[in-house]
């Protein structure tokens, strides 16, 4: 998570980053504060809110209206807070205080006792959206671990989103109780610890599936496209890692096409689109029916972290002979091409990859799903 949040142009720090920054000012404040420990409530549907008196002991409660997201916050006339995470867009005007008025008043005690009351104060100023801010992962789980599961899911949307620089109400809405269904996914995205109970592989495949509906149609093909990205980027591999799914004939077969010298150079090369390997040439030359298959299968295995079984990886191999531009597209064409296919050939694009993944089993379809909604909150 936090070199995912470092990688952006915008740091987005979960409520916890600007905290780094301050603390080291007020260490001496916040390290005498007792840590708070996780909890696993779900959201009731009221939520006590501070009034604006400053009274110490003065609190109300009031019923949240219908979850529809607006882009700027919306409060009562008595400065009580009328919304949730759920409904929280992000801008250059969206300070901390915005994230505060949408979390319960037990949340917020958690935090100030996290942190110390004078971090807490000088955090509630600050924009969310801040361009140099120094990650403290120590922070960001503080924080997080004072949240409730259901804000814990929904702050991860809101800082996903954040780091997009995606404003879709329709999507939000769409994707909120689809997100709320698999909790343990953003715990763990989130670097926190997860002790409940997982939903099956079946069940996140379809999860899965209906997220990925949530966002308009022209937005899906880039989309997963850009899923596919970072699920090659969290698994980072060279052209020796598979090699082993090519014959001895057609390892030879590109050192007399490419020399010996370039073929050893190709070896230690990122294995992603573009580069010699790309070469449609050396493909008609040196390729079989069932080549491409077994480098998939070979590349999968990779991804999951284990080897496939023999059914699945049969099943694979007789995929890719069929649709052999699926698997050109996916492992030798560039990701700029990618995003440049006309619209018809993406969507014949996804439709394969639906099928293709059908040749899992259960366990490693449970692997898939995993390291698709990694990369899914990624992108």
């Known amino acids: ?5 470092r990688s952006h142009r915008i740091r987005i720090t979960g409520a916890a980053l600007a905290v780094a920054l301050i603390a080291g000012a007020c260490s001496s404040d916040s390290e005498s504060e007792p840590a708070p420990t996780v909890t696993t409530t779900t959201v009731a549907s009221t939520t006590t809110a501070p009034t604006t008196t400053t009274s110490p002991a003065t609190t109300t409660t009031t019923t949240l209206p219908a979850t529809t997201p607006t882009a700027t916050v919306a409060q009562t006339e008595t400065g009580q807070p009328s919304g949730t995470l759920a409904d929280l867009f992000v801008d250059e005007s969206t300070t901390y205080q915005d994230v505060m ?5 037990d949340e917020r005690a958690c935090i100030k006792a996290a942190f110390g009351e004078m971090v807490y104060t000088i955090l509630v100023t ?7 801010a120094a990650s403290d992962p120590d922070a960001v789980t503080r924080l997080l671990s004072c949240l409730t599961q259901d804000n814990v899911v929904m702050a991860m949307l809101v800082y996903r989103d954040a780091a997009a620089g995606r404003i879709n109400e329709e999507t939000r809405r769409c994707v909120v109780p689809l997100a709320l269904q698999i909790p343990e996914s953003y715990y763990e995205h989130a670097g926190l610890e997860w002790e409940g109970e997982r939903v099956s592989a079946k069940e996140l495949a379809e999860i899965n599936s209906q997220l990925l509906q949530c966002f308009p149609a022209e937005e899906v093909a880039a989309l997963q496209f850009r899923i596919y990205q970072q699920v090659v980027e969290m698994v980072p591999m060279v052209w020796s890692d598979v090699t082993e799914a090519f014959t ?10 490419i020399g010996d010298d370039e073929f050893t150079a190709i070896l230690d090369s990122p294995l992603r689109g573009g580069g010699a390997m790309s070469d449609h040439e050396l493909h008609e030359a040196c390729f079989g029916r069932d080549t491409p298959g077994r480098l998939y299968a070979a590349f999968v295995g990779m991804l999951l972290g284990t080897d496939l079984t ?5 099943c694979m191999i007789d995929f890719a002979a069929d649709h052999e531009h699926y698997i050109d597209y996916l492992l030798f064409t560039p ?8 619209a018809e050939t993406r969507a014949e694009f996804l439709q394969d990859g639906y099928r293709l993944h059908s040749c899992f089993n259960d366990d490693e379809s449970q692997r898939w799903n995993n390291l698709y909604l990694e990369a899914f909150q990624r992108s």
Not at 1 to 5: D, K, P, Q, S
Not at 101 to 105: K, V, Y
Not at 126 to 132: A, C, I, M, Q, S
Not at 310 to 314: C, G, K, L, N, Q
């Open 101 to 105: 008025d949408r979390i319960s008043e």
């Open 248 to 257: 001895e004939a057609e390892r030879d077969c590109f050192r007399e096409h």
């Open 1 to 5: 998570m936090y070199e995912y949040l």
């Open 335 to 342: 990701y700029e091409d990618k995003l440049a296919l006309e």
């Open 310 to 314: 023999e059914e699945s990886a049969i």
């Open 126 to 132: 600050r924009p969310v959206l801040t361009e140099d």
